[in-house]
């Protein structure tokens, strides 16, 4: 095993604990998110995936907001899964990102050299919603995870990284269970 490879194994570990912990709305994921997003960082940018490395330290990023914010909220919801309402405004301007996001990253990443182009600035403009999502506690992040995975899964296939393709392939079977867990046992915040 080489260095990238190894990168991707501790990756594909942190990874699937990070979405358990997800599933069951434990803050300490965020802790996990961290690790998650440098490692992947460094795996897509040695492919050249460079707008999925640039997700993945945003990801770092959102990840210490996202403590905070579900630190605040788990206080109000009183140990329940917290929910929050996804606006029409909310959703309408997510999908404008998306659009516009899409567009912008994809001509700069042909610009750039970068591989699968299109694709990755699709599915990192679909991962930065469903990660700002999450960090709202709407459960419709767990739709737009269900896209953006199964999507990363055929990304990491075609680039030959077999641990990131079985990371996707576990996220999307998880997003589909998530969803269904947060939507039965949740509690929506007033």
Same mark, same amino acid.
């Given at each position: 095993?080489?260095? %990238?490879?190894?990168?991707?194994?501790?990756?594909?570990?942190?990874?699937?604990?990070? %979405?358990?912990?997800? /599933?069951?709305?434990?803050?300490? $994921?965020?802790?996990?998110?961290?690790?998650?997003? /440098?490692?992947?960082?460094?795996?897509?940018?040695?492919?050249?995936?460079?707008?999925? $490395?640039?997700?993945?330290?945003?990801?770092?990023?959102?990840?210490?907001?996202?403590?905070?914010?579900?630190?605040?909220?788990?206080?109000?919801? !009183?140990?329940? /899964?917290?929910?929050?309402?996804?606006?029409?405004?909310?959703? @309408?301007?997510?999908? @404008?990102?998306?659009?516009?996001?899409?567009?912008?990253?994809?001509?700069?990443?042909? @610009?750039?050299?970068?591989? !699968?182009?299109?694709?990755?600035?699709?599915?990192?403009?679909?991962?930065?919603?469903?990660?700002?999502?999450?960090?709202?506690?709407?459960?419709?992040?767990?739709?737009?995870? /269900?896209?953006?995975?199964?999507?990363?899964?055929?990304?990491?296939?075609?680039?030959? $990284?077999?641990? $990131?393709?079985?990371?996707?392939? @576990?996220?999307?079977?998880?997003?589909?269970?998530?969803?269904?867990?947060?939507?039965?046992?949740?509690?929506?915040?007033?």
């Amino acid at each position: 095993m080489d260095i %990238i490879e190894i990168i991707e194994a501790a990756a594909f570990v942190t990874g699937i604990i990070y %979405i358990v912990l997800e /599933i069951l709305q434990k803050n300490s $994921m965020w802790i996990l998110g961290i690790l998650t997003g /440098i490692a992947c960082a460094y795996s897509f940018g040695v492919q050249g995936l460079y707008a999925s $490395m640039g997700l993945n330290v945003y990801y770092v990023f959102v990840s210490v907001w996202g403590l905070v914010q579900w630190r605040k909220d788990s206080g109000a919801s !009183e140990g329940a /899964i917290h929910l929050n309402r996804l606006t029409p405004g909310a959703a @309408a301007a997510s999908a @404008a990102v998306f659009a516009a996001g899409t567009l912008v990253l994809g001509f700069l990443l042909q @610009a750039l050299g970068g591989s !699968e182009t299109w694709l990755d600035a699709g599915v990192t403009m679909l991962s930065a919603i469903g990660t700002f999502w999450l960090a709202r506690s709407y459960p419709q992040q767990w739709l737009v995870w /269900i896209v953006a995975d199964a999507l990363y899964t055929v990304l990491c296939a075609v680039q030959g $990284m077999p641990w $990131m393709t079985v990371l996707y392939v @576990a996220y999307t079977a998880a997003a589909a269970y998530g969803y269904f867990h947060w939507t039965r046992s949740g509690k929506y915040l007033e």
